[in-house]
DNA sequence: ACCTGAACACCGTTCAAGT
DNA sequence: ACCTGAACACCGTTCAAGT
């Protein structure tokens, strides 16, 4: 009973990703450093390894935790107008972290779990039978629209608000019909 | 007269992009190292920095090329179905080089070459007035749905390729529709 | 049990010195 | 004019030694 406590944690998994998501939405993934993520966290490069289990896979936490913020947003909206806007305006806000989640770093669990109200939207225009491709005509124009936006290309003039509204009306209207 | 003959070129700034791009390939962004590439292409790795500014820029130029290989390969094409599948078999052969391109690497410009076959395929279904933004519909859709393809999504079963013909059907109805 | 300094291998980049 | 070795700052990761 004489034996000395162990030290207590001076941070936690928690903290390391919070740190990593900060950092990546502040300077992209070359900012993500283990030093830095440390010096955030108020600890030396070397313990993070600790608790994970190198930069990839801190990185792939990172991916996670955003497609998880994503997925409990969109989980709360109705409707596939809503949904869309829902998506395009996570993606401004968190840029960076869009861009990691939907890279293919992060499982494919999570990020399942951020598409599925888009599936339960599509099931409820077309039906159960082609509930799924439908769901992947919105997802992929979504995810394709939003990562052109990012990445800057729409750059022919016209308003890219209107584009936006345009294919969601022609998708809508796509996949309302029999 | 006597001067010494400057010593000849020993590579070029074409070897450079065309190892960047093996690289690439080969091994993802973390392998286009400067070390690689000039291993390559038989120099020094300070020797590139007489061609090239430096390493994102050469990532730059990797971009370029491949989004004009993917320009000429679409010019050669007619027809909105031919033009989304040459595009999704480009981004399947060089799925890193496509990666790299949409992501916002790369000049615009060379972005929206690869992308006017598109448009005018978008102009020949809705006419001039749509024309824009029927084809940001289409490119957002196809790069869409490679990315995630590429990066594994589309887990939850069914066939992705009868995903990709659905959407192709759809987004073809939706813009005829008058 | 967690934390640290020291060390290692590797990388991007600069620059003076060679031809 | 191009190329090189040497050098610098920085990074990811390991590990023995501390508490």
Redesign the interface.
């Given at each position: 009973m004489e034996d000395r406590m162990p030290t207590p944690d001076r941070t936690s998994l928690d903290a390391i990703v919070t740190a990593g998501r900060d950092l990546l939405e502040a300077g992209g993934p070359d900012a993500v450093t283990m030093q830095a993520v440390a010096n955030r966290v108020g600890v030396r490069a070397p313990s993070l390894y600790k608790r994970v289990a190198d930069r990839p896979s801190l990185l792939s936490l990172v991916a996670d935790a955003t497609a998880l913020d994503l997925a409990t947003r969109l989980e709360r909206v109705e409707g596939i107008g809503a949904l869309a806007r829902g998506f395009r305006s996570f993606a401004r806000e968190r840029p960076e972290g869009f861009?990691l989640a939907?890279?293919?770093s992060g499982s494919?669990e999570v990020?399942?779990r951020a598409?599925a109200p888009v599936?339960g939207a599509a099931e409820d225009l077309v039906g159960a039978a082609?509930a799924?491709?439908?769901a992947?005509?919105l997802?992929?124009?979504?995810?394709?629209?939003v990562?052109?936006e990012?990445?800057?290309?729409?750059?022919?003039?016209?308003s890219v608000e209107?584009?936006f509204e345009?294919?969601l009306d022609?998708?809508e209207?796509?996949?309302s019909?029999r």
């Open positions: 861009r939907f890279s293919g494919v990020l399942a598409s599936l082609e799924l491709p439908a992947r005509l997802t992929a124009w979504l995810v394709g629209f990562s052109m990012l990445a800057g290309a729409f750059q022919l003039g016209g209107a584009a345009f294919g022609r998708l209207a796509a996949l019909t």
